[in-house]
């Protein structure tokens, strides 16, 4: 009976997990991006879809922290991104940590 139950458990969490934590999806240019004094930077693209309930703030922005290694990578890239006016995709990470209401990012990618 616990093999049972313990099995539906593991399934039921593997089918409803991914919609539970999912990010949204964002394309386009890039509209505008922010910087603010503690190394928080937020950005909106032109289309997002899928948005977690988190955020709550501008349609289509994301963000993330400048003050990690990878995250001054990021910068880099979105600002060179921006600066060539090339659409960007982005994958939200479903959180809303650096900004209460605007989500994280989990990656995105840029195609020359």
Same mark, same amino acid.
């Given at each position: 009976m616990r093999i049972y +139950?313990?099995?539906a458990l593991t399934i039921f969490l593997f089918t409803n997990t991914s919609n539970a934590i999912a990010g949204s999806d964002g =394309?386009?240019? !890039? %509209? @505008? +991006? #922010? !910087?603010?004094?503690d190394g928080r930077v937020t950005f909106t693209v032109e289309v997002q879809t899928n948005v977690p309930t988190c955020k709550t703030f501008q349609w289509g $922005?994301? =963000?993330? =922290?400048s003050t990690t290694s990878?995250? %001054?990578?990021?910068l880099a890239l979105l600002i060179a991104a921006a600066a060539r006016k090339q659409p960007i995709a982005v %994958?939200?990470?479903?959180?809303?940590t650096h900004f209460s209401s605007v989500e @994280? +990012? @989990?990656?995105? $990618? #840029?195609?020359?």
């Open positions: +139950i313990t099995l =394309s386009g240019l !890039i %509209k @505008d +991006i #922010v !910087i603010a004094t $922005s994301y =963000s993330f =922290s990878a995250g %001054k990578a990021q %994958k939200g990470a479903g959180t809303c @994280d +990012i @989990d990656y995105f $990618s #840029v195609t020359y």
